[in-house]
C-alpha cells in the first residue's frame, strides 16, 4: 500500500513540474518576443524544444553542446540566452 502512495505521489510530483515549466515556457516566449501564436491555457500548451529570434534562444528540455561541455537534461529545464551579449 505504502509503495502505491510513493508511485501516485512521483506521478502527480512530475505532472505538476511539467505544468510549472509549461507555465515559464511560455510567459518567456511571450515576454522575450519568441512565440507567434496568442497566449493560452498552461494545459493545452505544447512547448517548442527551441525557440529563438534575433536577440534570445530559450531552450526546454534539450540537451545543449557547448565548447568545454554537453549539458543533458534529464528533468524539465528551461535555458534562455540574451544572443547579443551571450548570457544565460
Do not use: W
Not at 20 to 43: D, E, F, R, T, W
Amino acid at each position: 500500500m505504502m509503495m502505491m502512495i510513493i508511485i501516485i505521489a512521483q506521478g502527480y510530483y512530475t505532472h505538476c513540474h511539467h505544468q510549472a515549466a509549461n507555465i515559464v515556457h511560455q510567459k518567456l516566449a511571450i515576454k522575450c518576443g519568441l512565440s507567434k501564436v496568442p497566449p493560452m491555457p498552461y494545459y493545452k500548451y505544447e512547448p517548442q524544444s527551441v525557440l529563438e529570434n534575433f536577440s534570445y534562444k530559450l531552450y526546454y528540455n534539450s540537451t545543449i553542446i557547448t565548447n568545454r561541455t554537453t549539458i543533458t537534461v534529464d528533468k524539465m529545464q528551461l535555458y534562455l540566452t540574451k544572443a547579443s551579449k551571450k548570457q544565460t
